[in-house]
């Protein structure tokens, strides 16, 4: 990492082992860490307040490391990464973490963990992983501004605006839009807007959302019918726009949502949006963010001629 500042042999007494043995008598465990702040400052400034207090940063380790019993030596160190994170104005953790008297026989060496981690990873997880749909298609969408409706807490907001997208996220829930904009204020993120209106308070008339004005449009798991005039004339020529969703079948099968109405029939999608040149199209079981977290949806990114 470039302009990073090492902070080595930090020593702490943890309670951290598989066993409640090893878990009931502290140990001695010891942190090398590599951070990079945010503001560079202190390498032209000279001035404290322009970089971090070491003897903060090591006490943080040290309070964080003994408060509370681990398992692992993994979750030790996450959970040192996240607190680094919390406290601190860093952009990067590069961490090892060791016992270097372990409980093995016949071993005289240490056993340790080594970590990299950045601020945008951690927001991102918190956040919400990205649809892989939306990673699958990531190389065919234009550079450009991004209009994601009915964003959330932006789970894809945030991701598109770390790949050097300008995003405008629009959803009706305020708080979820706090949220992401405060998350994108803690990574420095500058292109992420959020706006907050209603899509379907005139369920007949819904608003405009300009003319020619996106390069990309992203809708998942939201379907509001009179809204795709409005869409496909936000988006340029030229412009993609990557829509996913649940199926009727998702709802006969596992009853979500609630009301079929929120689900596509069978190639509904795709009249939806006649006259756009097909990219991909498919239906069918997806994962939505996980392996473990699977719908009936259907997808499609589709170029406006």
């Not at 308070?201 to 004005?213: C, I, K, N, Y």
């Not at 099968?253 to 756009?276: A, D, I, S, W």
């Not at 963010?289 to 001629?305: M, V």
Request: glycine share 6%; aromatic share 6%; charged share 20%.
């Amino acid at each position: 990492m470039a302009s990073s500042i090492s902070i080595t042999g930090i020593q702490l007494q943890a309670r951290c082992g598989v066993t409640e043995t090893e878990r009931g008598q502290p140990q001695p465990i010891v942190v090398d860490l590599t951070v990079r702040c945010r503001n560079e400052r202190a390498f032209q400034s000279d001035q404290l307040a322009d970089t971090i207090d070491y003897a903060a940063i090591t006490q943080c380790v040290r309070d964080t490391g003994e408060r509370q019993p681990f398992a692992l030596l993994e979750t030790l160190t996450e959970h040192l990464c996240q607190k680094l994170f919390e406290g601190f104005p860093l952009t990067h953790v590069k961490i090892w973490v060791r016992k270097i008297h372990p409980p093995m026989k016949d071993f005289t060496g240490s056993v340790g963990i080594h970590l990299i981690r950045s601020r945008q990873e951690i927001i991102q997880t918190a956040l919400g992983t990205p649809s892989p749909f939306l990673i699958a298609q990531l190389p065919r969408l234009p550079q450009g501004k991004v209009l994601d409706v009915a964003t959330g807490r932006g789970r894809h907001a945030y991701f598109l605006a770390t790949h050097g997208f300008t995003v405008h996220g629009i959803d009706r829930n305020r708080e979820a839009l706090d949220c992401l904009e405060a998350q994108a204020r803690e990574a420095g993120l500058l292109p992420l807007t959020t706006e907050c209106i209603d899509l379907e308070m005139d369920a007949q008339h819904p608003p405009d959302l300009g003319t020619e004005t996106y390069d990309v449009i992203l809708v998942f798991f939201y379907l509001h019918r009179p809204l795709f005039p409005q869409l496909l004339n936000a988006l340029k020529p030229g412009g993609v726009i990557l829509y996913e969703t649940f199926l009727l079948e998702n709802h006969l099968r596992r009853q979500h949502p609630r009301r079929k109405e929120f689900c596509l029939e069978t190639n509904e999608l795709l009249t939806h949006l006649q006259g756009c040149h097909i990219l991909h199209y498919d239906e069918g079981e997806h994962a939505e963010s996980s392996q473990t977290n699977r719908a009936f949806t259907a997808r499609a990114l589709a170029r406006k001629p």
